[in-house]
């Protein structure tokens, strides 16, 4: 777990690196404060999951399984709601948030189903 920590630490601080170098200097019009909070979004729901999935994978495949298909259909039904909230609040805002949004959920995404698959092989 505490590798999965760093890891997750490490990708969080390279995201924050790159957010901060593009955005105060070539895409400085479409910066939004709430970006770095999407990336702590990101960071908390990431670690929680994983706890919870690795929990569940010393009881039985088939709970693992189960358990990853609701994580996976939770995170998404969550995070398409709140696009759509911050979309329909931001219309002028929601261009730039859906795209930050939507990088960050596939960097995460790549981050947390390797760690996973690492984490099932090493088992």
């Given at each position: 777990m505490?590798?999965?920590i760093t890891r997750l630490v490490f990708l969080s601080l390279i995201l924050v690196v790159l957010t901060i170098g593009l955005f105060y200097d070539i895409l400085n019009p479409w910066f939004n404060p709430i970006f770095p909070f999407i990336i702590l979004y990101f960071f908390i729901f990431n670690?929680?999951?994983?706890?919870?999935?690795?929990?569940k994978k010393e009881k039985s495949p088939m709970a693992f399984n189960t358990s990853f298909m609701a994580w996976f259909s939770i995170k998404l039904f969550l995070n398409l709601t709140i696009i759509v909230a911050f979309a329909l609040l931001n219309r002028s805002e929601a261009v730039s948030f859906v795209l930050y949004f939507a990088t960050c959920y596939i960097f995460y995404t790549v981050f947390e189903v390797s760690s996973l698959v690492r984490s099932l092989k090493s088992k």
């Open positions: 505490k590798k999965y670690l929680f999951q994983y706890s919870a999935l690795t929990k």
